[in-house]
């Protein structure tokens, strides 16, 4: 366990990181791949807590510009969460890691109700802990969510696994030129608006000292190695 460079951390996962080459729900095969990558975490001494988001099924903003209430859309979105969270708790458990769901909206037929002190009691008994329904609250994302979680499980990091290599001063599908960022502030993610994470994400983390690393999961192998000291994505971080 000791050449890990953290004990504790929270993964967030995009619930379009699920979908595969897909456009809505959950392609079983990135589910496994994902939970593969999970358990070689575990396996390797990680305490390992997650949040999954829900993009893949629904949102709340997009739902309300098709004329759903915006509570009633983003409630729409948090039990997305929930329905992701419940696949990755499936795969894991069909791969042998103990993995647990508590929800932020209590449904306790589905799953255990959130509390930090719930989860960190399953990480520290070697179980994933899944923190679903975001916030619990509508006008959220579960970026925001992933980093109020974060904080709560007292994580040593933050990383938020996405479909880019890291930070960039521009979108790099779109402009060729942008730069790639291995380092930077909170407060430069903030001032330059780059598409890290939402602002009010960003603010959780920098408040409360969480480092962020953003990576690509689709790099195989990548967080396990990254936990093994290796380079990997871009760090925010607090700075000068
Ligand atoms: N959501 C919410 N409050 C939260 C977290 C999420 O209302 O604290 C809703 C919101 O509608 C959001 C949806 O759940 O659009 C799915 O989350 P998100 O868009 O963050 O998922 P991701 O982009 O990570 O797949």
Do not use: W
Request: aromatic share 4%; with cysteine; hydrophobic share 45%.
């Amino acid at each position: 366990m000791s050449d890990l460079i953290c004990r504790r951390i929270l993964l967030k996962l995009s619930g379009e990181a699920l979908m595969g080459s897909g456009d809505f729900g959950i392609a079983p095969e990135v589910m496994a791949r994902t939970a593969g990558e999970v358990r070689d975490l575990v396996e390797a001494g990680l305490q390992v807590g997650l949040v999954i988001g829900g993009g893949n099924i629904f949102r709340g903003a997009g739902l309300a510009q098709g004329g759903l209430d915006r509570v009633t859309g983003d409630h729409m979105g948090m039990l997305a969460t929930v329905m992701n969270s419940l696949a990755m708790q499936d795969a894991l458990t069909k791969i042998g890691i103990e993995a647990r769901v508590l929800s932020a909206l209590s449904m306790p037929d589905v799953c255990e109700p959130f509390s930090a002190r719930d989860a960190r009691r399953h990480l520290d008994a070697g179980r994933v802990a899944i923190l679903a329904a975001g916030t619990g609250n509508p006008y959220f994302t579960t970026d925001s969510a992933a980093s109020l979680r974060a904080v709560e499980i007292q994580a040593d990091m933050m990383i938020k696994a996405t479909k880019v290599n890291g930070v960039y001063s521009a979108d790099p599908v779109k402009d060729p030129d942008a730069e790639f960022y291995p380092r930077l502030t909170y407060n430069r993610a903030l001032a330059e608006n780059l598409q890290v994470m939402d602002a009010t994400a960003i603010v959780l983390c920098r408040d409360n000292d969480m480092p962020l690393r953003i990576m690509n999961i689709n790099d195989s192998g990548a967080l396990l190695r990254l936990m093994r000291g290796e380079v990997i994505g871009s760090l925010v971080e607090k700075g000068e």
